[in-house]
């Protein structure tokens, strides 16, 4: 046969066997008595906080904000504490900080972790016009956030038997906007409140740990992001399938996608906790973000319910199916 026809047969066969970023066939779950995410509530968690305003460190509505997590936290049986200290930006400039972390059944050694930012972007630097004006924030990441509420109001009333801890992480948003030619480029300044975290973390590990950031989004896609593989493929792909078997796979795909810089890092890099990172993926953009990423657009009226119910339900169900083991 001729060499090049041979190079051509293997070139094919890697691209339909080894190299299909959809071939996973997902792995058929045993499916524990689960409680119902309700998507309204969660809903109404989004709302709430974009009715504050932006959630920017130093603000009124920053404060408002926080004070609501708490307090809905508390009223759910979780164990509150939080992280307050000062952080340096990309700016040089000084930045309170408030991770506020939750716990539910702190004495189990078997616990996941479920985290989210809650801050919001003090810029739209992806916008065509009011650049240096604040974003709403509904999808980023107002979503993610609600969906953690939600979850922790689910399992107050059906108590799982393992141990759940969310953080709500703070200065995840505050990095250089992109028009910012005046900053050192490579100080971007995200992520400051997980990387907080991680480095000052104590306390009984969880087996693994699941990030949320723009999850409620109509036509989201959610992708095997590189970090995430590399890391916790484990994790990822059960979650997968747990929502490919929930009926969820136009949202939960197969496709294998480049490293994003979020939250997670920090968590797998420097907490070493197998982290995975739920978070919209559109390969249509230059970003490889949602197409309103830190744009005017991200309000109220973007929110898509089903998604939010996909991405709240799936994990429900991951941690009646974690009670089990």
């Known amino acids: 046969m001729h060499r090049l026809s041979i190079i051509a047969i293997i ?80 700016d040089g400039k000084v930045y309170p900080l408030r991770n506020i972390i939750g716990s539910i059944n702190a004495a189990a050694h078997n616990r996941i972790l479920l985290c989210a930012h809650w801050d919001s972007r003090p810029f739209a630097d992806q916008a065509a016009e009011n650049q240096n004006h604040p974003i709403d924030g509904a999808n980023d990441n107002a979503s993610g956030v609600a969906v953690l509420l939600e979850i922790a109001r689910t399992i107050h009333q059906m108590p799982p038997t393992i141990g759940v801890d969310f953080v709500f992480f703070d200065l995840e948003d505050q990095g250089r906007p992109a028009y910012d030619v005046t900053a050192d480029p490579n100080d971007h300044g995200y992520c400051l409140g997980s990387k907080y ?22 036509d989201a896609v959610f992708t095997l992001e590189g970090n995430s593989m590399l890391y916790a493929q484990k994790e990822i792909e059960r979650i997968w399938d747990l929502g490919t078997q ?80």
């Open 246 to 325: 929930l009926g969820y796979q136009q949202y939960f795909q197969y496709n294998r996608t480049p490293v994003v810089f979020d939250d997670h890092l920090h968590i797998n890099n420097i907490a070493q906790i197998p982290c995975v990172d739920i978070i919209h993926h559109d390969s249509e953009t230059a970003s490889k973000f949602w197409t309103k990423w830190h744009t005017h657009e991200d309000g109220l009226d973007i929110i898509h319910k089903p998604t939010v119910k996909a991405v709240g339900q799936t994990l429900v169900q991951l941690i009646y199916n974690e009670s089990e083991l």
């Open 11 to 90: 070139s094919l066969l890697l691209l339909l066997f080894g190299c299909n970023p959809n071939r996973r066939t997902p792995e058929v779950i045993d499916l524990k008595p689960a409680a119902e995410f309700i998507v309204d509530s969660a809903y109404s968690f989004i709302k709430k906080q974009v009715d504050f305003g932006p959630r920017i460190p130093s603000t009124e509505g920053h404060l408002l904000c926080g004070n609501f997590l708490v307090s809905r936290l508390e009223s759910y049986g979780v164990s509150v504490s939080e992280q307050v200290d000062t952080l340096v930006g990309y």
């Open 197 to 218: 975290w991680a480095e000052n973390f104590v306390g009984t590990k969880p087996k693994y740990g699941i990030l949320l950031d723009m999850v409620g989004a109509e």
